[in-house]
């Protein structure tokens, strides 16, 4: 593995595409001796990062102008005559819920749900729709924590930290991070914080820090400042209020029960750190952390009143992959019975926050009569956003990667966010949507591609006509994002063919169609022993020089819920070489397999092919979808 064959891997797994298990740990024991390669995986994280907040100019406010625009109407190419919209509903602050919880949170965010039904049984099924049911409850929130990580570095051993979160219907979030730790020396740059989002705009104060591979001397001490016309994005600190995207669904979640924490009513579950990051809000805004383990325990006391996070703990994950990821770090051996990051509520306040606080300086409000020099168009809007309502228009600043228009809908901590480009080119589709996105039909408007939540994203679709194109997040349920997106005023076009291909060094990755490709491994969806519910819904085929490599295909479960997708890949015989130090060997009916824990993946060789199977997922469900491979091949 050489420089310029690893560094298009990084891209390309970054970005999602499929690695052979060969090919992964190939690269990662290159990146963890190759300096350059280790420059180029953390500015690539980076960026990574920073691109869902780009820089830019004063923000102009055209809610006032928008709502009236939509509403009127206007005649455009590929647009359908627009429905009739629902009422927008009024919001105001609900009376606090005196007494019931220790602080008390403004509005309905004491939703109680189903708890009090079962109130010495936690279900996951509850905890779900508890979660489900709370997040457009909620008009205001303000809670105070301390944050405690182990492990940094030599010199510093243990940090504290203060941190202050603060909501306020609609769309607006303040969160303050205080680094309280005594450094040993002023080459240590404290990790102070402030990130505002308001109704769409950004702004983001805080040293640029480390990634976790480099020495905290080594990096940039600079302070930077970040303004945004918007983002397209799930709101950053949402989950801290209630972990929506977390919790959304809880396929995967562990329920281990009921206790007292800090005077609340709690339950508590588990789940790997891989699942839990939109819960650590502050890991990706800037400054100096410690690295985790994908497959580190995330433990997570969930208040049963008002589903907000009490306490949330990070332990060392039992997986054996973890020590050769621990050296490659630098770090020493970690026991798992120790906590290496604590975030404790300290206190929830009775008042909502004072607008002011999310106050974005240099906001300009845009009177109407400059519509059109703002916009020159109606932006595409859902006839039926029901129950949300629009609160906030944004007109980005030109630029090769800014939208032409945002519009943001909001009920609580529910959202939805419709960015629209009349200028886009590709050279994939508009949006935060990847190679793998499964293309679906919305009623009434045509094809569009769609992304299951995850890494810090909602659900999203992206939608291609001849006039335009746009981008649609939400943190609504599939359906329901489905239903929103299908009530747009477009008739969407076929997604362009040049969008169904992408490159990574010498490898091309095309989308190509799962049952289709089920028949070229020999195979069809049925004789598979998946997961109920679980459907296959894409399929790549990497080639290699023109020549046929490999088939990948996803399935994922049909409900639409944050559940982890089951991978199963074929490939050549060369990609059959194991580099894992000492893999647990598993029979797989009269073929041996190798298992790998920290990845969840096994893999095996038939007929001359290297075959694997990942997801999140127990050895035995592993087992018995390898075992229906074997049979369904002979």
């Known amino acids: 593995m050489n420089c310029r064959r690893a560094q298009p891997l990084v891209s390309a797994a970054m970005d999602g595409a499929y690695l052979t298990s060969a090919e992964r740990r190939a690269v990662e024991a290159h990146v963890a001796t190759c300096t350059t390669c280790a420059t180029f995986e953390r500015r690539a994280l980076q960026v990574r990062t920073t691109v869902r907040i780009r820089a830019a100019e004063d923000v102009p406010d055209l809610t006032d102008r928008i709502m009236a625009t939509v509403a009127r109407g206007s005649a455009r190419p590929a647009r359908r005559a627009p429905r009739p919209r629902r009422p927008i509903r009024p919001r105001a602050l609900l009376p606090a819920a005196a007494a019931a919880v220790a602080g008390i949170v403004i509005g309905s965010l004491v939703v109680g749900g189903p708890w009090h039904a079962h109130p010495r049984t936690a279900w996951a099924s509850e905890i779900e729709l508890g979660v489900r049911r709370a997040a457009p409850s909620i008009d205001a929130f303000q809670g105070s924590y301390t944050i405690t990580e182990r492990g940094l570095a030599p010199g510093v051993p243990v940090r504290t930290l203060s941190m202050d979160l603060s909501f306020l219907a609609p769309q607006r979030f303040r969160l303050d991070v205080h680094d309280d730790t005594v450094y040993p020396s002023k080459a240590w740059t404290p990790t102070n914080l402030t990130y505002v989002e308001n109704m769409p705009a950004i702004y983001l104060s805080g040293p640029s820090g480390c990634v976790g591979t480099l020495q905290p001397v080594d990096c940039s001490s600079a302070t930077t400042i970040t303004k945004t016309r918007y983002s397209a994005a799930a709101p950053v600190p949402a989950d801290l209020v209630v972990p929506l995207a977390t919790l959304g669904s809880v396929d995967g979640v562990q329920v281990l029960g009921e206790e007292q924490v800090d005077g609340h009513d709690t339950v508590?579950?588990?789940?790997?750190?891989?699942?839990?990051?939109?819960?650590?809000?502050?890991?990706?805004?800037?400054?100096?952390?410690?690295?985790?383990?994908?497959?580190?325990?995330?433990?997570?006391?969930?208040?049963?009143?008002?589903?907000?996070?009490?306490?949330?703990?990070?332990?060392?994950?039992?997986?054996?992959g973890r020590h050769d990821w621990e050296m490659r770090f630098g770090l020493p051996r970690e026991s798992p019975g120790t906590p290496i990051l604590d975030v404790s509520l300290g206190s929830v306040a009775a008042t909502p926050p004072d607008p002011s606080v999310f106050r974005i300086k240099g906001r300009a409000v845009v009177p109407p009569s400059e519509i059109g020099t703002a916009f020159g168009y109606t932006p595409a809007a859902p006839a039926e956003p029901a129950p949300l309502s629009l609160v906030a228009a944004i007109a980005p600043p030109s630029g090769p990667a800014a939208p032409?228009?945002?519009?943001?809908?909001?009920?609580?901590?529910?959202?939805?966010?419709?960015?629209?480009?009349?200028?886009?080119?590709?050279?994939?589709?508009?949006?935060?949507?990847?190679?793998?996105?499964?293309?679906?039909?919305?009623?009434?408007?045509?094809?569009?591609?769609?992304?299951?939540?995850?890494d810090g994203l909602g659900r999203r679709l992206s939608v291609h006509t001849p006039t335009t194109d746009l981008y649609i997040e939400s943190n609504l349920s599939r359906d329901q994002l489905i239903a929103v997106a299908s009530s747009l005023d477009v008739r969407a076009a076929a997604i362009p063919q040049r969008w169904r291909v992408a490159h990574a060094g010498g490898l091309t990755l095309a989308r190509t169609d799962p049952i289709d490709a089920l028949h070229t491994m020999g195979m069809d969806a049925a004789t598979l022993a998946l997961p109920t519910g679980y459907r296959p819904t894409t399929a790549t085929r990497s080639l290699e020089q023109g020549i046929d490599v490999g088939v990948t295909v996803t399935f994922r479960p049909d409900t639409g819920a944050v559940g982890s997708p089951v991978v199963l890949h074929m490939g050549t015989s060369r990609d059959a070489a194991d580099t894992a130090p000492d893999p647990e060997r598993v029979s797989i009916g009269a073929t041996t397999g190798r298992y790998s824990a920290g990845a969840s993946e096994l893999t095996w060789t038939q007929g001359g092919r290297s075959w694997s199977v990942q997801g999140d997922l127990v050895l035995a469900q592993l087992v018995a979808i390898a075992t229906s491979v074997l049979e369904a091949r002979g």
């Open 404 to 454: 032409t228009s945002v519009l943001l809908y909001a009920d609580g901590l529910d959202y939805l966010r419709v960015a629209e480009d009349q200028r886009w080119s590709g050279p994939g589709p508009f949006g935060v949507i990847g190679l793998d996105a499964e293309q679906v039909t919305l009623p009434h408007v045509g094809p569009a591609l769609y992304e299951p939540a995850g």
């Open 268 to 320: 508590r579950v588990q789940m790997p750190f891989s699942r839990a990051r939109p819960l650590f809000p502050f890991l990706q805004l800037g400054g100096t952390w410690r690295p985790f383990f994908a497959e580190d325990v995330v433990t997570v006391w969930l208040d049963t009143a008002g589903w907000y996070p009490v306490r949330t703990q990070i332990t060392p994950s039992t997986d054996p």
